[in-house]
């Protein structure tokens, strides 16, 4: 028999296709540009804005139709994660796990699972991360136990850093080793028995995303809500792909909100060089060509975002070795030049506008400091590697989930 609870009622808009996603993203992109400054400067976290999110239906764009969703493309999903984060980095974060997870669910949760938690997801609700560990000896070394129970039902026990979404969410995806330390991911709501969650995060960037601590103590979890997550990675997948796109997709949103912050200032708030010869600041050649320049780099992020993304939606269609690797190579290539895009015109920004952008009350930083701490999430340059291995001898990219 099934433990798992009645699903919610659904309460949140059904978005019917991938034009409606990608018009209701827009939408909500421009109602959550205004504040996001201010958020960021008084560490204002979003509730409201999530809560506009998941009413809004855009949560559950990934859901599959035979479960009621609108099962968009990979190319959608990236561009309406492209959107929000060009308006807000912090704010876009926060759902990139939920996708991830919901992933999850598709490939690996049995029928029962797949019915009730797309019906929740279908209602508004949402999900956060318990993934990554502080102080082990890497980002694979998971040390949280899912440790079986005499009555067939597990308990959890461990320490997670880094939980974007967690403080937010209603279920809680926590990554544990169980058996035979093969890698579980146990679905567990929010307010269950023996979780906390606590707010300490303190980045410099991202400072609205609350990724911060979940502590989970003998927390009781059915059978019903773990999910074999091992198993993902024993035939050709595109969870990294997909996880890793979104990251993409928020780096080349971070690089083209700064663009165009800086096209605002330099056009209404710059004064021209005195040696320029021209009235206004934005007719001067010198800052014509870096203009120019930045926008060359954050259009090539933006296509190879597309063109990753697509990638993706033909291995989605036919998955195989060949295209399951060729979709991590593709987003590996937009992650790295998204990256470079946003670190690049987040400091470009203050070049091209002058002393006055870098008054602290402007908060002009915010895309600077968003675009380093999310680039740190995973190294490029181990990206590099595999495309350069790939590209020279063939050699397919491992299966970890981080390309």
Do not use: C
């Not at 968009?72 to 929000?84: D, G, I, P, W």
């Not at 979890?221 to 999910?227: F, S």
């Amino acid at each position: 028999m099934s433990s798992l609870p009645e699903a919610s009622p659904e309460t949140a808009h059904r978005i019917a296709d991938d034009a409606e996603a990608l018009e209701v993203a827009a939408k909500l992109a421009e109602e959550f540009r205004t504040g996001a400054a201010g958020r960021d400067a008084d560490r204002t976290l979003p509730r409201a804005e999530l809560d506009r999110l998941s009413a809004s239906g855009l949560l559950a764009i990934t859901v599959p139709d035979e479960h009621g969703g609108a099962d968009v493309s990979a190319v959608t999903l990236a561009e309406v994660f492209r959107l929000l984060a060009a308006a807000d980095a912090s704010l876009a974060q926060i759902p990139q796990s939920h996708f991830v997870y919901i992933n999850v669910l598709r490939r690996q949760g049995t029928p029962e699972q797949q019915a009730f938690f797309f019906a929740e997801v279908r209602a508004g609700k949402r999900f956060g991360n318990a993934q990554s560990e502080a102080g082990t000896k890497h980002i694979q070394d998971i040390r949280t136990r899912l440790e079986p129970r005499p009555d067939g039902s597990y308990e959890l026990t461990g320490v997670k850093h880094y939980s974007t979404g967690a403080l937010f969410a209603d279920w809680i995806p926590v990554l544990a080793r169980g058996a035979n330390e093969e890698l579980y991911v146990a679905y567990v709501p929010r307010e269950a028995p023996g979780v906390s969650v606590v707010d300490d995060w303190d980045g410099m960037g991202q400072r609205t995303t609350a990724s911060g601590t979940v502590r989970l103590e003998g927390v009781a979890v059915p059978t019903d809500r773990v999910v074999p997550h091992h198993l993902t990675f024993r035939g050709p997948q595109l969870h990294g792909a997909v996880a890793q796109l979104l990251h993409a997709a928020i780096d080349a949103g971070i690089a083209s909100g700064a663009l165009a912050e800086a096209v605002a200032f330099v056009r209404t708030k710059s004064r021209p060089w005195f040696e320029s010869g021209f009235e206004t600041a934005a007719e001067d050649p010198l800052l014509i060509q870096r203009f120019g320049e930045l926008a060359v780099q954050v259009r090539a992020a933006e296509a190879l975002l597309h063109a990753a993304a697509r990638a993706v939606d033909t291995a989605r269609a036919d998955l195989t070795d060949d295209t399951a690797a060729e979709a991590s190579i593709a987003v590996a290539t937009a992650k790295v030049s998204a990256a470079a895009a946003a670190v690049e015109a987040g400091s470009a920004l203050f070049e091209v506008s002058g002393t006055r952008s870098a008054l602290d009350s402007l908060n002009l930083h915010r895309h600077w400091r968003d675009a380093r701490t999310h680039t740190l999430h995973d190294p490029p340059r181990w990206k590099v590697q595999h495309i350069g291995r790939y590209v020279l001898n063939g050699t397919r990219p491992p299966r970890h989930g981080l390309l």
